[in-house]
């Protein structure tokens, strides 16, 4: 069974930055899509970026030009820069992890909290 972790989130005033990061540990093979969701209270959850196996990104159109996601060489760390953040980026990111060769299995981290005050 995948495991995700993540870590980063926090309080930040707006304007300013966090780096989140999701580690995996497991049986980690032919993943096809690493990325981030966040779910605001009283919403539903929500694509925030993702990296596709060969590289692509997408990203929400909310975060486009703010947010950077990435991956390390080992490819078991997924990264999600946020900068010039809003009260609306506040929420719990959760780490998404999408693998397999036949048949795909998807994995999610617990999530992490980030505030942003105004």
């Known amino acids: 069974q995948v495991q995700l972790v993540e870590s980063g989130g926090g309080l930040v005033e707006v304007g300013g930055s966090l780096r989140l990061s999701c580690a995996a540990s497991?049986?980690?093979?032919?993943?096809?899509?690493r990325g981030w969701y966040r779910q605001a209270p009283g919403k539903q959850r929500e694509l925030v970026a993702t990296?596709?196996?060969?590289?692509?990104?997408n990203y929400a159109d909310s975060v486009k030009g703010r947010f950077t996601v990435s991956r390390d060489n080992a490819e078991k760390t997924v990264y999600l820069q946020m900068n010039s953040l809003k009260p609306e980026d506040t929420g719990v990111y959760y780490c998404?992890?999408?693998?397999?060769?036949?048949?795909?299995?998807?994995?999610w981290g617990q999530g992490t909290q980030v505030t942003v005050s105004s």
């Open positions: 497991g049986p980690i093979f032919s993943v096809n899509v």
């Open positions: 990296i596709s196996k060969g590289g692509n990104t």
């Open positions: 998404y992890w999408r693998q397999g060769i036949f048949q795909q299995s998807d994995y």
